[in-house]
């Protein structure tokens, strides 16, 4: 799905991986693939801010933890997390 050289610290990117839009993004030496579309207006979090482990949308500003998922701005919404694998530098997004 990507290489680790295409990962910069802190800068999401986004795939598509059979019609799912994920965004990935290197935090230290933790990969970390999410849904990429935001719960709010479903803008593209692959265009956020990452900062101490949460995902803040460009948009309007709603934050999630990368870790969990979980949305830090309303409490009821939950981002899909993903396992990754990383081999011979690649990096799979398991769905």
Not at 22 to 36: C, D, F, L, N, T
Not at 39 to 51: D, I, N, P, W, Y
Not at 56 to 61: A, I, L, P, S
Request: hydrophobic share 40%; net charge positive; proline share 1%.
């Amino acid at each position: 799905m990507a290489r680790l050289d295409q990962l910069r610290e802190g800068q999401p990117i986004e795939k598509t991986i059979l019609a799912r839009k994920v965004a990935i993004v290197k935090v230290g030496e933790q990969i970390h693939a999410i849904e990429s579309e935001c719960k709010h207006m479903r803008a593209s979090l692959a265009t956020g801010k990452v900062e101490n482990g949460r995902l803040k949308c460009r948009w309007h500003g709603w934050e999630y933890d990368l870790a969990t998922g979980n949305c830090l701005t309303v409490d009821k919404f939950k981002l899909k997390r993903y396992d990754v694998e990383i081999e011979n530098d690649e990096v799979y997004v398991i769905l």
